[in-house]
């Protein structure tokens, strides 16, 4: 009796689950087939978040911290509160990071074609299904990108994808190194330079290459055959914006051109980019800069093909998931040939410039560079750079140690000194939130007045 008993315990609890099985599965797989709707909770859990309100001053996200069963708003810079509605009126202009959150509204506009949901189930293995670690789709939309916006040429190009263009800055170095030779090339860039050069360069402590400096120190000395250089080349340049081009010539030198800002909203565009190595990323494109994403048009073989090997060795090449969030968000800057995202980022930078620079106007102790109008191919007429950053100089003799004149004033930049410049000037970031910009605002014209007040009370 009790094996029976058992028996029927056993045949009970078989049934219980199968069902259990059947009816929570119902909804995803039936009859060999998905029902439409299985992804509905996850985009009711994304909806609730995006529609917690936060004042206009601060988001709420999906992976943020929650508070009795709600998400929690994460504020911008100087305001606070469970809604992100109360100002600190003490606070300081932080406006020192790179931060291209200048875009985030334009994503808010575009909600429903920018969004991603990811199964749970989505590119699990390590490859494509043609044994590599790039989307060959992505790669196509690369390309269809630069056609359209006329910045680079990509016939006869390689591409490789990185974390951002920061990966891909050390990966080329490599590939470009010499690795048989008895000396180290040396790595050099024009002052003012981005300072993840040199400190990623020094970083990495490789035998094959070495920092050296500005260019201006090596130009008498690149028709030594035992010395080879690395250049990089940025354009637009970070702090300035200018459109650099290579210093140093010869067999001997191999430039890197890191454009990450070669972009509508940034600089006119007279023509596309046509170097053997150029390095974008999707962060000054899209403002993404989370995503880490970033790719290089390569025209050299074995340099792709090193570069290739460096990125399978140091993380088996970028997340899928990264990867088709970029093919997600390409495909919406690519529609309408892309004038609706970049009109929008140049009317927000141009905006922003034309307040800084009339807030400057008067100022006999601060100045920023000037941007001169040129002809972009893109939108078809005469532009006025609008640069990522200000590169401010203090005037003065009493003010060279620009940075604390500012932190004293309520502005925190990023000292020149780390760019190879003098300390007398001062980058600071025009990309982040309207919030950031318009407390850089109030604070540079409270600057700029009490200069007045300085001389009616002599």
């Given at each position: 009796m009790g094996k029976i008993q058992s028996c029927m315990y056993v045949v009970c609890l078989l049934c219980s689950v199968t069902l259990n099985i059947l009816f929570v599965g119902r909804d995803?797989?039936?009859?060999?087939?998905?029902?439409?709707?299985?992804?509905?909770?996850?985009?009711?859990?994304?909806?609730?978040?995006?529609?917690?309100?936060?004042?206009?001053?601060?988001?709420?996200?999906?992976?943020?911290?929650?508070?009795?069963?709600?998400?929690?708003?994460?504020?911008?810079?100087?305001?606070?509160?469970?809604?992100?509605?109360?100002?600190?009126?003490?606070?300081?202009?932080?406006?020192?990071?790179?931060?291209?959150?200048?875009?985030?509204?334009?994503?808010?506009?575009?909600?429903?074609?920018?969004?991603?949901?990811?199964?749970?189930?989505?590119?699990?293995?390590?490859?494509?299904?043609?044994?590599?670690?790039?989307?060959?789709?992505?790669?196509?939309?690369?390309?269809?990108?630069?056609?359209?916006?006329?910045?680079?040429?990509?016939?006869?190009?390689?591409?490789?994808?990185?974390?951002?263009?920061?990966?891909?800055?050390?990966?080329?170095?490599?590939?470009?190194?010499?690795?048989?030779?008895?000396?180290?090339?040396?790595?050099?860039?024009?002052?003012?330079?981005?300072?993840?050069?040199?400190?990623?360069?020094?970083?990495?402590?490789?035998?094959?290459?070495?920092?050296?400096?500005?260019?201006?120190?090596?130009?008498?000395?690149?028709?030594?055959?035992?010395?080879?250089?690395?250049?990089?080349?940025?354009?637009?340049?970070?702090?300035?914006?200018?459109?650099?081009?290579?210093?140093?010539?010869?067999?001997?030198?191999?430039?890197?051109?890191d454009h990450a800002y070669y972009w509508p909203h940034f600089t006119p565009i007279p023509a596309p980019a046509d170097e053997d190595l150029m390095i974008f990323t999707i962060s000054k494109l899209t403002g993404h800069a989370g995503s880490r994403f970033g790719w290089a048009l390569i025209k050299d073989k074995d340099v792709y093909e090193t570069m290739l090997d460096y990125m399978s060795l140091n993380t088996l090449g970028v997340s899928r998931d990264t990867q088709l969030r970029a093919f997600k968000l390409l495909k919406v800057v690519t529609q309408g040939r892309g004038r609706e995202i970049f009109k929008f980022g140049y009317k927000t930078m141009k905006d922003r410039w034309e307040k800084l620079n009339k807030a400057l106007l008067m100022s006999r102790r601060f100045s920023v560079q000037e941007n001169s109008p040129q002809y972009c191919t893109f939108f078809g007429k005469v532009k006025r750079p609008s640069p990522a950053y200000a590169w401010l100089k203090c005037e003065k003799e009493e003010d060279k140690e620009c940075y604390g004149v500012l932190k004293k004033a309520g502005i925190i930049g990023r000292n020149g000194t780390l760019f190879g410049a003098n300390s007398s000037y001062v980058r600071l970031s025009l990309i982040k939130t309207q919030d950031d910009f318009d407390i850089l605002l109030h604070q540079i014209n409270k600057l700029v007045s009490e200069e007045d007040g300085g001389k009616s009370s002599m």
């Open positions: 995803v797989y039936v009859g060999g087939k998905w029902e439409v709707g299985w992804s509905r909770r996850a985009a009711e859990e994304a909806e609730a978040v995006a529609a917690v309100s936060c004042s206009g001053h601060g988001r709420a996200f999906l992976d943020g911290l929650v508070v009795d069963g709600s998400p929690v708003c994460e504020c911008n810079t100087c305001f606070g509160g469970p809604d992100c509605s109360q100002f600190s009126a003490s606070c300081v202009a932080d406006v020192d990071s790179g931060d291209p959150l200048f875009l985030e509204p334009f994503w808010m506009q575009h909600a429903a074609s920018s969004a991603v949901l990811v199964a749970g189930w989505h590119r699990m293995s390590y490859s494509f299904n043609d044994h590599s670690s790039i989307s060959q789709e992505l790669v196509k939309l690369i390309r269809k990108l630069h056609a359209i916006v006329g910045n680079a040429n990509t016939t006869g190009r390689f591409i490789v994808f990185g974390a951002g263009s920061t990966q891909l800055l050390n990966a080329a170095v490599h590939a470009l190194s010499p690795h048989n030779s008895s000396a180290p090339a040396k790595v050099v860039a024009t002052i003012p330079f981005y300072p993840v050069y040199k400190s990623q360069t020094d970083f990495f402590r490789s035998v094959d290459f070495q920092f050296a400096g500005d260019t201006s120190l090596w130009k008498n000395s690149t028709s030594d055959p035992t010395s080879n250089f690395i250049e990089f080349v940025t354009a637009p340049n970070n702090p300035d914006g200018k459109l650099n081009k290579a210093v140093l010539q010869g067999p001997n030198v191999k430039p890197i051109y």
